[in-house]
Nanobody, 118 residues
């Protein structure tokens, strides 16, 4: 399993970022994929997920601002983040999703840091 996240940066409140995740070594086209985030001192949480067929779900905190998408041919999953808020500051990770929100793999990528300044 290899998950490589990229695209994080320092942005101002209200700004936008697009995160990307390249996945390999997994049955990507058959997996629900998700973006998780972990803020300092907090538990890792699932913020968005997408089924193999493209159905999406979002955490209430990001609904209407974030959009998850996937390319099964390229085995990539992306997260478009708009109207960013300081509370979105976290390290963002991708992983498969089992059930409602459990990560499919115990091995995580290095993540990508998103910092939103006020």
């Amino acid at each position: 399993v290899q998950l490589v996240e990229s695209g994080g940066d320092l942005v101002q409140r209200g700004g936008s970022l697009r995160l990307s995740c390249a996945a390999s070594g997994i049955g990507f086209s058959t997996l629900t994929m998700g973006w998780y985030r972990q803020a300092p001192g907090k538990q890792r949480e699932l913020v968005a997920r997408i089924t193999p067929g493209g159905r999406t779900n979002y955490a209430d905190s990001v609904k209407g601002r974030f959009t998850i998408s996937r390319d099964n041919a390229k085995t990539t999953v992306s997260l478009q983040m708009n109207s960013l808020k300081p509370e979105d500051t976290a390290v963002y990770y991708c992983n498969g999703v089992i059930g409602t929100m459990s990560p499919a793999f115990t091995s995580w990528g290095q993540g990508t840091q998103v910092t939103v300044s006020s």
